[in-house]
């Protein structure tokens, strides 16, 4: 099963930190569609620009694949100072 991890205002809005998805999704675009399906206004967040995916604590950018032990982090926009 996926592991999905939310930081941030993405935990505070979806109320949780960290879930394990089953059916285990094939890629990260089918997670975020069941993820949406779940939760429209987290689906909304986790699409919004800046928010950045980490898989097995990678970034990466577009579609992957996900393994069965893939750990899945949604990051928040950052701000620096």
């Not at 429209?40 to 069965?68: F, T």
Request: net charge negative; hydrophobic share 55%; no cysteine.
């Amino acid at each position: 099963m996926a592991r999905v991890l939310l930081f941030g205002p993405l935990r505070d809005l979806a109320g949780w930190r960290e879930r394990e998805i089953a059916p285990q999704p094939a890629s990260l675009f089918g997670l975020k569609a069941a993820l949406s399906a779940l939760d429209p206004e987290l689906g909304e967040a986790i699409a919004a620009p800046g928010v950045q995916v980490a898989v097995d604590k990678a970034l990466v950018r577009g579609d992957v694949a996900l393994a069965a032990t893939s750990e899945i982090a949604f990051l928040p926009p950052m701000s620096g100072g």
